[in-house]
């Protein structure tokens, strides 16, 4: 009994190892892939500023970019202003006072320039995808 105890600590000891490896390994790829990916923005001549997919094509590479915009809402000031405004903000809202992108791009600009100052914008990081086309 004794050894097998031993040797479940030593196998688990082995594999904690392993295991811390393994995600140094990945930690170290992510940021690899990411260094690549901002220079693949930069050769894209993307923008902070683009929102959505942009696609180009290299040889018989597909390089496919989704950038995102993220936005933080104050929600006191957020509430405040629509309130000031007399805006019913639940039709693109959500509990947490998030954005729902869809909802909100369909307001009219009154609505949206009485809440802007309530909302952070800020770039989000594009996703990347890349395919070989035989």
């Known amino acids: 009994m004794q050894m097998l105890r031993k040797q479940l600590m030593s196998d688990l000891k082995n594999l904690s190892q392993q295991w811390l490896e393994a995600k140094t390994l990945e930690r170290d790829a992510a940021e690899r892939r990411r260094v690549l990916e901002d220079q693949m923005r930069r ?6 500023s683009e929102e959505g997919t942009v696609s180009t094509k290299v040889d018989n590479y597909k390089i496919k970019a989704t950038c995102r915009i993220n936005r933080k809402i104050d929600p006191e000031k957020f509430l405040l202003l629509a309130n000031d405004a007399g805006i019913d903000v639940s039709k693109f809202t959500k509990w947490k006072c998030e954005l729902q992108m869809s909802a909100w791009k369909q307001q009219s600009d009154d609505v949206q320039s009485a809440l802007l100052p309530a909302i952070t914008t800020e770039p989000g ?3 990347f995808s890349v395919e070989i086309k035989e």
């Open 43 to 48: 050769c894209m001549k993307i923008e902070d």
């Open 125 to 127: 990081r594009a996703t």
